[in-house]
């Protein structure tokens, strides 16, 4: 009797001290002038036939919700679930474990139910000797169950129901007891229905009925709820799912969510130069080859990337979800990119891009005043293609299957519920990825629109599948391995590196460049691996008919383009490394006319080949882009290192140049793309790309030689003319750097261009 009291006091209590309720967790007592309140629950709302029984018993903890913020009333409960509910509802004193049952161990989750409810007589086991924890409880046994929990009295009412001849006998006093108490009526139709399992919902009504009757609980007004707020197409899994919690951050919780169990198969931590992984590994149980790893990109400044990757090598679907619950919030707002309709087309050098852009920000704004923000990443669903050759070498791409929105969530009260749905269909990867901040990853609306309609115009040249290798990009129709559908993507070098975000940092030093700059650095040092230079992993199809090379090479466009992103981005960052790329690339061009990679004018003049194949000995042809842009790093190199090597190999390019620029132009005045190594031009340039190299040739030679600049601005002259000519326009590089060579007046007619064409 006096665990009963003290159950009553506590309600007195609770009535008493309502606002602190509502404060702690979200509820209270209403009246008719009270304002509505937040729910716990997003299928727990005005509408549930048992919100007010559910509330008051969640909020005395003597039931609890499951991680991903459902109740999911309809779900069965077991014999253990209602000995520990039935537990914390009477609070039971803890008994210490006994070999009473066959499937309750010393170490068993049900211990402390089991033991006490038995201990107290409610329930007593069955007669195979075991407790039952799996089995569902029927509705007979929670009639047995309750009327042994709250010792009620048969009234000498006599009540029977239209099955009585189906509840078992050892159950029927129960059944009748609970009808005479009323705390249960029976079905619509005048039946008791005793073998069908009972669902939390139901069996919190009965508790809560039984727990009024014997006063452990004070009966409080109905409560109405606020609609809660919903993100993306939120909707709710009725069914059981499985949850395991990922040590992710302390600031907010989550969980790995799925119809099978996450087992946890292990943490690492891998070192970047500028970044740190910790990557979490989980294996699903009952289907081995399906795994789910979480990266955590940890950045220098506390914000984090999260790249999640589902992979299946077995046939069939599969779907996990990534749950975040995070408290302390007042409003979220989400702003989507697709604010910015993108305009599709195709092209011969690329067909169709089936991707976009990113989902969009989740800004926060925290009940002390402060925002953060959160970039989410769509997910993409893929197959990896491999190819191998003779040689050994492989060549790797994926076909994209699918771009899908991943994020939904809800703002309860003060808890934001984040979900985001990885959804795999058999034999592919899932990737989704997300950036977090507690800071503002814009400075402003203004900035964070800018950037987002920058993403749809150029939507082709912007990144938007990351993951924690590195991005994926639409590769041109001219690689292998290529999917029929024509849908191949890859690790393209040059946008692993991001000189446009490089752009927008130095301009705005927003926080989401840094970000992207730092994640930059990051997938470049895990692409390169243990060498000291960067190899393609996709072969291209038109040097495999030219030359028969096959994935990997160096591509030496991709290394000039990386060694000067590294060089400018380290200074930006402060890296103490910073150039160390340019060094090591600068000692490659170096070392290639030992090598035979060389197209050769005479002694002292040379080109050098834009490729270098890794499992093949061939030279290939010198285009006028590569061959600027190696000179250009070697003229860079020079004046970091001074080391003679590197100007001796610049010297011996723009002699080789100078002798021949006659030929390198064209007679329309634009510039030949290539020479052969039989010392043969041919092919249509680049619109800009050419004009912005030889710009920056200029400028080099300014510093360092003089005397070598007629043939670079004869070059410019001839290559600007081209294009004013035919109004292709230029770029915001090709006009900075006509204006800083004082040769502005040759600024090509047609419109500005934020990337080469």
Known sequence: MKMFQNRKMKGLVKVGLIAIVISMFGFGVLNANANPV????????????????????????????????????????????????????????FSPYKPIFKDVSAKSSHLKGAMATYEAGIFLGKQDGTFGVADSLTREQMATVIVRAFKLQDTGEDITFKDDAKISESHKFGVKVLAQHGITTGKEDGTFDPKTAVNRGTYVVFLHRAMLQNGLIKKLPAIEFIKPEMYGNYETIRHEQQFVEVPLTTSAKTYLRSNNAMLFAGEKTLQHAHATD?????????????TVELTKRELPNGDYFLFTELRNSRNIPVSVDIIQTEKGLSKGVLYEYSRFPIKKNVDDTFGFDLTTYPTGIFEKINTDGTVSQRMIGKSYQSVELNQKYATGAESHTRELKQESEAF??????????????????????????????EERLFEDRKQMDSWMLESAVNYKKRNKWYTAKGPYNKMAVT?????????????????????????????????????????????????????????TEVTSTYLKDLYGITAPFVDTRFNEQIALFMYNGGKAFNHKDYNVALKNYADLLVSQKA?????????????????????QKVTTHSSMN????????????????????YLAAATSIQSALEKEKNKWIRPDGDIWYKISLERKFSGRDYVHLTLEDLINSYEKWSVVDQSKLPVFEEMIRSKAGYLDKNKLGYTTKIKKGLERIGMSDLLPAGKEHTDAL
């Open 408 to 437: 939904s969530g809800a703002m309860l009260g003060e808890t934001q519920l984040s979900v985001y749905t990885l959804k795999s269909r058999g034999f592919d990867v899932v990737d989704q990825w997300l950036m977090s901040s």
């Open 595 to 615: 090598k035979g990679n060389t197209i050769n004018v005479d002694n002292k003049s040379y080109y050098i080949s834009d490729y270098f194949p890794s499992a």
């Open 479 to 535: 690689i292998e391995p290529m999917p029929k559908s024509g849908r191949g993507y890859g690790r393209n070098l040059l946008l692993v590196k991001e000189d446009r975000v490089m752009a927008l940092y130095t301009e705005t030093e927003a926080r989401y460049f840094e970000n992207l700059l730092y994640n930059s650095f990051a997938n470049l040092d895990i692409f390169r691996g243990p060498l000291t230079y960067w190899k």
């Open 278 to 290: 910790i990557v979490y590994t989980y294996r699903m149980s009952g289907y081995p080859g399906v």
């Open 38 to 93: 937040s729910p716990n629950f997003t299928d727990v709302h005005n509408d549930f036939w048992a919100k007010d029984e559910v509330t008051q018993l969640v909020d005395l903890n003597i039931i609890n919700g499951y991680p991903d913020k459902q109740f999911r009333p309809s779900l069965e409960v077991s014999r253990a679930q209602a000995a520990n509910l039935m537990t914390n509802a009477l609070e039971l004193p």
């Open 626 to 645: 590569h061959l600027l842009g190696g000179m250009n790093v070697l003229l860079l190199a020079y004046q970091e290192f001074k080391s003679p090597a």
